[in-house]
């Protein structure tokens, strides 16, 4: 059986317990955390920035400019504004250059994605250029490969063609493929 003078010694203890454990917490000295970095934190960006891939044998592969350069360390991505990649021949045919709005280029640079509106051009080296018109591209650089889910128009010399979506392959002989809606107009001389 409980007495009083049991309750308030069982009190008593009780709120010592609590007052100490309270003190121990605001006297305990704090741990500093190291900083963890922001996960969309910059950690580098350049202006007028020039990136050139060689081929085994030391001539240029590819060639990727940007106004602007962001680099993101959290995904190890780049933003890049106004970018324009271009794709060597390695025949000694002139290059597929292409220009975007923006882009974003993955984890080592193996997919770029390329926004807004694409324009891809190549001199014909007989006086003529071949334009490839659409938007929202994804490039696999090291397959020479690029495809949209866009509406493309493709402007050669006496020939127009258009579609939605398209598959190109770049080397060793240019191969696109429109997936669907395809039109095409040829002009005779």
């Known amino acids: 059986m409980l007495t009083p003078k049991t309750v308030a010694i069982y ?12 003190l121990a917490d605001r006297l305990a000295p704090t741990e500093e955390k190291a900083p963890q970095p922001d996960r969309s934190q910059v950690d580098y960006y350049s202006t007028n920035m020039t ?41 000694g ?3 597929w250059v ?12 193996t997919v770029i994605y390329l926004r807004g509106n694409v324009l891809i051009t190549r001199d014909t080296g007989k006086g003529g250029v071949v334009q490839i018109i659409t938007q929202d591209v994804k490039v696999e650089p090291d397959k020479d490969y690029a495809e949209t889910q866009a509406h493309v128009r493709i402007l050669a010399p006496q020939e127009e063609l258009s579609g ?12 696109v493929n429109l997936l669907a809606d395809v039109r095409r107009k040829h002009e005779m001389h």
């Open 98 to 109: 292409i220009h975007a709005e923006s882009g974003t280029a993955t984890s080592g640079g």
């Open 164 to 175: 939605t979506g398209m598959q190109v392959h770049f080397e060793p002989a240019l191969n």
């Open 11 to 22: 009190s008593a203890l009780l709120l010592l317990v609590a007052a100490t454990w309270w």
């Open 93 to 95: 045919k002139p290059p």
């Open 51 to 91: 990136r050139t891939v060689l081929t085994p044998e030391g001539k240029p592969k590819e060639l990727l400019f940007a106004v602007a350069m962001t680099h993101f360390q959290d995904d190890d991505r780049t933003e890049m504004e106004k970018p324009v990649m271009t794709l060597y021949k390695q025949d």
